[in-house]
């Protein structure tokens, strides 16, 4: 044994309090874990903001549309990575699809991603953009006239039988998508939730919050996105647009937190034996990062800004300074979420008579500084989609044409 090694078991052993088994001394699901669940509820979240034009009509949010598609298909990229990174042997992962194991949910997560990329995000953004792809690559130079050819399938039909046959196509897989988007973050609460052995994970309401939680976070991100790129752009941000995306916010955040106080009433009620050592993670171990961040900061702040947006009435800049920081809170809020479902649930003894911690390395594959770089991947692909795709053209020509 290494001298480091013992010296980060010397460490750890400090900060044990009451009595743990000694395979819990060291948790195995790492801030790599944390970063997945996070990843694939923005990507979940930000469709279902899309979907809100192609299938409930709403047109208020039309300007975010194709900014809320290009997300979503920015962080799906790179939402399998952290999950990778954690595989002791990742070059084997792709023996998933040649030998299925349709017992293990985990194993399952490889269709479900394929499904929801090949089939539904990618099939949706290029109905889209067919059009504009044609339309594109006849007046550019290469080569980005190349690049747009290629990626229409060199198709030339611009008509407007061939244009309604791709809003046609578009609605009836943002159709199929809704529940697709569901089934792809609300089965990460389902791997949680249905680990009976551990009391802070068995709840049947983990799918739904952790949905919930997905759906708010996504909206929060394009709210975020929309208000960085669009000054930077040149360009007036849609306050209607931008208010009836924060009054959705403002409404998904209110049953995010019910559920997530459901769940806590719940587990006070059952009062099992498990519940004296919960009690006591919640209010030393999980503390800072449950009640101050995911609670205080994350939820109750947000909501209270946006009861008071929705009450009196502010100037179109104060509105957007108070959408501004409410979505970096809650973005905040939903991390925390995550970390204290992931890491919090492997604090305690099985014995339920002992916590343990969670010390997580700078440097190494586990450690802090790739899992930032994880975070910041997604920008960088959507960075790159947005200069071969980019959504703003098609919102600029419909308001040209209405002039």
């Not at 791997?191 to 929060?220: D, R, T």
């Not at 409404?251 to 034996?273: K, M, N, P, Q």
């Not at 890491?343 to 390395?361: A, E, H, N, P, V």
Request: proline letters at 4%.
């Amino acid at each position: 044994m290494s001298a480091e090694l013992i010296q980060k078991l010397t460490e750890l052993l400090g900060e044990v309090t009451g009595y743990i088994y000694p395979n819990e001394l060291e948790i195995h699901w790492s801030i790599l874990i944390v970063v997945y669940p996070y990843i694939t509820g923005l990507v979940a979240g930000a469709f279902i903001l899309a979907s809100l034009v192609q299938v409930f009509n709403v047109r208020e949010v039309q300007p975010t549309y194709r900014l809320a598609l290009l997300t979503a298909l920015a962080f799906l990229l790179i939402a399998p990575l952290p999950l990778l990174l954690h595989l002791g042997h990742p070059e084997r992962s792709y023996e998933i699809f040649l030998t299925p194991q349709l017992g293990s949910a985990m194993a399952m997560f490889g269709f479900v991603y394929l499904w929801y990329l090949m089939a539904v995000l990618l099939l949706e953004i290029w109905f889209e953009y067919r059009r504009d792809l044609v339309v594109w690559a006849r007046g550019e130079k290469a080569p980005m006239s190349w690049l747009h050819r290629t990626l229409s399938l060199f198709s030339r039909d611009t008509s407007e039988r061939a244009v309604q046959f791709d809003h046609k196509a578009i609605r009836l897989i943002t159709v199929i998508g809704i529940p697709s988007a569901f089934l792809l973050h609300g089965y990460v609460g389902f791997i949680f939730g249905s680990v009976k052995a551990n009391p802070w994970w068995s709840s049947v309401l983990m799918p739904v919050v952790f949905l919930m939680s997905a759906i708010v976070s996504g909206i929060a991100l394009v709210i975020f996105l929309y208000m960085v790129l669009t000054p930077l752009r040149g360009a007036e941000i849609d306050m209607k647009c931008l208010d009836k995306i924060a009054s959705y916010l403002f409404y998904a955040v209110i049953v995010d937190f019910t559920l997530e106080g459901l769940d806590f009433i719940h587990r006070l009620y059952e009062s099992e034996e498990s519940i004296k050592i919960l009690s006591t993670l919640v209010t030393d171990k999980l503390f800072i990062s449950l009640w101050v961040i995911q609670i205080l900061l994350g939820m109750l702040v947000p909501l209270g800004i946006m009861v008071a947006v929705k009450s009196l009435k502010f100037n179109d800049e104060l509105r957007k300074l108070f959408y501004f920081v409410s979505a970096i809170l809650i973005q905040l809020g939903i991390f925390a979420t995550r970390w204290n479902v992931v890491i919090g649930g492997q604090l305690f003894s099985k014995s339920f008579r002992g916590l343990t911690i969670y010390k997580m390395d700078v440097a190494g594959i586990e450690g802090l500084i790739v899992s930032l770089g994880l975070l910041i991947l997604p920008f960088i692909v959507l960075a790159i989609l947005l200069k071969v795709l980019p959504p703003w053209e098609a919102i600029e020509a419909r308001e040209g044409a209405v002039r």
